[in-house]
């Protein structure tokens, strides 16, 4: 019997006038509600931390426009991964890290976070082509979160991309040639 | 509250059918109530996410897995996300079940408006032969009503509530009373050419909608914005919802009272007069219960909702319930056959794009059955919904160069994805489980339909043309997928309250009127007794506003 299970039968026993007292008395969280703020716990150790955040920007950099890291990427995967992902998925994502800074301080004999964005660029390829244990599943992991976050962020949304909420009028065959950049909503 | 005649009719249920039947109701001159189980959502201000970009919702607007699966492991199924989440059912706090070896993905609204907030749009006419097809194969119950019994109704509420669309004369697909059509990409042309010469009788034609193509300034409706923000709540109105265009009709006339947060248990009875003498609720805020007493009642509380609700109104003797002396109230469940699709890639005219982003784009409707082709080896049809896009690349590897790639836009793509008929089968049911009752004292609904040999053979056929089409039509990389086919998962449940003229076979009367209840009147997705292969909402509609002239006229008459 699951929990939801053993509640419905708790409460026929009760009927219906007691529910909302002996919902909080069986501990039930809010209905539906997503946590925001900041993290309820700490995923990363600052080391961990600093070493996330060089290779988010490593992922998407500071170009013409602004990277990861001005995007806010590194809080966004830390939001994500305490409190919005399942636990499970940090798994991936933290002992890929790992991996990546003991390959670093073999190669180069540094942390990771220590080195040029040039030898970061290195061990993500390493990660991306499953040279390192369990590479490709941190690197494909990782670059999701990456991208998600950026796209989905102000920048990413208004600088990167064109912002477009209102079309106001459907053309289907409109010049591709007068597309800037590619539309958000 | 309890025990007034302070209304001439409840109305249970602010959805689809309800709102309209509120709005009918209360334009003829009655006081009605109207109940719903979910938080109250006003037009415009409730739409909180609407408009707002990803960084403006709760975790960017992607449902966090963890909160997905506690809450929302059914919802999921149905679109549910951050910015809509207030419009669905928390699938934790109001459980069902299945029987052993069947599922049923029972996706629901929670809020006021019920899925007119949360709904595809899609809206087409049934068809003469729809309605001709349970007679016709002897299979399920005749109808007892017919297109032509539907045309003044279907004209009428297409009017008012706004339906855009492309003429086309087609006896299996009839035209609706359109608004000009959301127009087709050029992608879209060039595929309609070349798959209607290929496949002589096979058509491509425009999305049909309950999206505005036209404003409606005396309903203070905008027409549609190509903005994609549907499911967030339409401040300009421009689709189809109760919030937007039965709610403001009702309340307009100064006779509604809306009640949300009211969660009907069951419907009292009176066997002497054979009439609905109660609806029982309880506020879901303070767990009181309350009765209210009307002439007339209508219950629109969803399909499977309204049929749990008459099945929990059960005799003393707690067996069996008051509305089913035909013993198949619950039976006959049925719903589109879904997760068939087809895509491929257009090839060329890379140098246009759309601008916009459009609520719906083609639909290829019925061909199979239709009366040209032999045997195909199943009974009834399939159309499909579809559309061709341009999407931002998605380059592999990482950096600047992987940055420049996503500035970019895919080729032409094209999918669509298919929606088959279900039989209605007499053991395709639905129960109320004896040992297990809801927070509100209601017995869970357990489910038992499955979708059965026809259903799975047309879904073959529908992978296989889908893909010969898409190739004729020369496409490129074409590939289809199915997944799980799962009842409920189309969202387009029907039937367990079916209509037919003999009151010992059928729950509803052609009037949508219980065989057992002059005074009760089902008007949404529980009344059919087929379920065509097209999307059914605006046929409820139809339903809607034909059963309330019947009712008031009855009532006026003393038939009621």
Known sequence: MDRRQALAGVLALFGAQVFAPLARAAGLAPAGVISEGAPSIQVFTPDQRALMTALSERILPTTDTPGAIAAGVPAYIEKLLADWALPEDRIPILSGLAEIDSRSRQDYKLPAVDTKPEQQDALLTLAMNDALPNGIEFFEAFRQLVITGYYTSEIGITQEREYLPVPGEYNGAFPYAQVNKVYSA | ?560
């Open chain 2, 1 to 560: 509250m309890a025990s007034t005649d302070r209304f001439d009719a409840i109305v249970i249920g602010t959805g689809i059918s309800g709102g309209w039947a509120a709005k009918e109701l209360t334009e003829k001159g009655l006081r009605v109530l109207m109940l719903d189980r979910g938080h109250m959502v006003e037009h415009g201000e409730g739409y909180t996410y609407d408009g707002r970009p990803a960084f403006d919702v709760p975790a960017r607007n992607i449902m966090p897995d963890a909160l997905r699966e506690s809450d929302y492991f059914i919802a999921k199924h149905g679109y549910v996300q951050p910015s809509n989440q207030a419009f669905y059912n928390n699938d934790r706090l109001n459980p069902y079940d299945y029987e052993e070896g069947s599922k049923f993905y029972w996706i629901r609204p929670g809020a006021v408006g019920g899925k007119s907030l949360i709904w595809g749009r899609w809206s087409f006419r049934w068809s003469a032969a729809d309605f001709e097809a349970n007679k016709r194969d002897g299979i399920g119950g005749a109808w007892p009503i017919t297109y032509d019994d539907l045309v003044p109704w279907y004209d009428y509420v297409e009017k008012y509530a706004g339906v855009s669309g492309s003429r086309e004369n087609l006896p299996y697909l009839p035209d609706s009373q359109f608004q000009p059509p959301m127009p087709m990409n050029i992608a879209e042309k060039w595929m309609k050419q070349r798959l209607e010469s290929e496949f002589p009788g096979r058509k491509m034609i425009n999305a049909r909608l309950s999206n505005m193509t036209e404003d409606k300034p005396e309903q203070g409706r905008t027409k549609c914005q190509v903005r994609n923000q549907c499911g967030n709540g339409c401040s300009f109105g421009a689709y189809f919802s109760t919030q937007a265009v039965t709610l403001p009709a009702a309340r307009a006339t100064g006779r509604l009272t809306l009640r949300s947060d009211a969660v009907v248990t069951n419907l009292e009875y009176d066997p002497a007069t054979k009439k609905v003498t109660g609806v029982r609720f309880v506020d879901t805020k303070t767990g009181q219960a309350e009765t209210v007493t009307a002439k007339l009642v209508f219950l629109n509380a969803s399909t499977l909702g309204s049929v749990q609700i008459l099945m929990n109104s059960r005799q003393p003797d707690g067996t069996r319930s008051h509305f089913d002396s035909s013993g198949t109230l619950g039976r006959y469940v049925m719903d589109h056959i879904f997760r068939v699709g087809v895509k491929g890639d257009i090839p060329g005219m890379e140098e246009f794009i759309e601008f916009g982003r459009r609520p719906g784009g083609v639909y290829v409707p019925r061909f199979r059955n239709n009366g040209q082709d032999g045997d195909v080896g199943f009974k009834r049809g399939y159309g499909y919904q579809g559309a061709a896009y341009r999407e931002p690349s998605k380059p592999v590897g990482f950096g600047a160069s992987m940055k420049q790639g996503m500035r970019r836009y895919s080729g032409w793509k094209f999918q669509m994805g298919a929606f088959g008929e279900c039989l209605p089968y007499e053991d395709n049911h639905v129960a109320l489980n004896p040992d297990k009752t809801d927070r509100f004292g209601v017995p869970l609904m357990r489910f038992n339909v499955t979708f059965r040999e026809n259903e799975q053979r047309m879904m073959i056929d529908a992978r296989e043309q889908g893909e010969k089409m898409l190739r004729a039509a020369g496409l490129k990389n074409v590939e289809s997928s199915v997944r799980e086919h799962v009842p409920g998962d189309a969202i387009h449940e029907m039937g367990g309250a079916r209509m037919g003229d003999d009151p010992r076979a059928s729950v509803l009367n052609k009037w949508s009127q219980a065989h057992d209840a002059s005074n009760l009147f089902v008007t949404d997705g529980a009344q059919m007794a087929s379920i065509s292969c097209v999307n059914p909402s605006l046929t409820f509609m139809a339903l809607t506003a034909r059963a309330v002239d019947h009712a008031v006229k009855g009532l006026k008459a003393g038939t009621v």
